[in-house]
């Protein structure tokens, strides 16, 4: 017979050897006997779902240096003047590419990807706060892509993998992307510069303006806070990219 009475189990309370257990814990009694416990709560699918994920972001975090994005210096444009020198520079970019020939579709991609080295370069160098950071990948990416899109024009025949890795690698190391296609167009030049004799003389101002602008640009990069430096290496890239489009002529 069952204790209805509420107050019973105070009165139980203190006799020897009665333990007075919430009416609760005989549902939960019950739940356990007659299935009513969701054993679903216990299987492995969650875990698992967890496990996965955690995995996936291990592997992401322990990805190669050559897979993770550069880290972008933002110095320069410390004041206006500087600024507007730097927009200005861009602008021959802009003009470059729209003179640029198209004679085909990779010549053409070029020619737009030397309008966009222009609008990145005058975007980031114009833009202020958190947005800057990211302009400057931009730049630095575009920078990349027209090196990329020169060497398809002036080569057809490069190696069809090398073209699919730089394009990979191309949102996560633009600088060794620009330098290992440079350095392919820098080999073509010199090569139809002694095979054209007409082309000598924009493989001479060519070498100039690359060695100057080489050294403008680390000189930028050691001393950051001397303004106009990089104005000036944008004009001598300027000249460089004029001479290069010789080549495509």
Known sequence: MGIKDASMPRVLEGLHGVQVVNRSSYRDDEDLHHGGFDQSACDGSGIVGISQGL??????????????????SLQGDSHIGETIANVLTSMPFIFLGLRAPRQNLNTALYANSLVGVGIASSLYHSSRGEVRKYLRWADYTMI?????????????ENPKVLMAASTLLLPFQPLMVSAVHTGMMEATFARKALEKPALRMAHNLH??????????????????????????????????????NKLLE
């Open 55 to 72: 995995l996936i972001r291990q592997l992401w975090q322990q990805r190669p240096s050559c897979l993770r994005p550069i880290k972008c």
């Open 207 to 244: 070498t100039v303006s690359s060695l100057l602008g080489g050294a403008l640009f680390f000189a930028d990069d050691c001393f950051p806070e001397t303004p106009y430096l990089h104005a000036a290496w944008h004009l001598a890239a300027a000249v460089g990219v004029g001479t290069c």
């Open 144 to 156: 990349a892509a027209a090196s990329l899109c020169l060497s398809r024009a002036l080569r057809e």
